[in-house]
């Protein structure tokens, strides 16, 4: 919704969340790229098979993959 509502495709668009199964897969799904942001303090995961397209547990790091995007 907000997506169409903005007027931005999926492959323009990036989704960032902790969880796999939800966030990740729902992004990929969508055609969106994804970061998982994961730290130990966070919701433990199962295993799932959702592969985000960057992975990490430093904030920092987010930054600079959505400068390398452009």
């Known amino acids: 919704y907000v997506l169409n509502y903005a007027g931005i495709m999926p492959d323009e668009s990036l989704h960032i969340g902790d969880?796999?199964?939800?966030?990740?897969?729902?992004?990929?799904?969508?055609?969106?790229?994804?970061v998982h942001f994961h730290r130990e303090n966070f919701h433990k995961e199962e295993n799932h098979s959702a592969i985000p397209s960057y992975k990490t547990d430093n904030a920092?790091?987010?930054y600079d993959f959505v400068s390398s995007l452009h």
């Open 60 to 62: 920092s790091e987010i």
């Open 19 to 34: 969880l796999l199964r939800t966030d990740i897969e729902g992004a990929n799904n969508s055609g969106m790229k994804s």
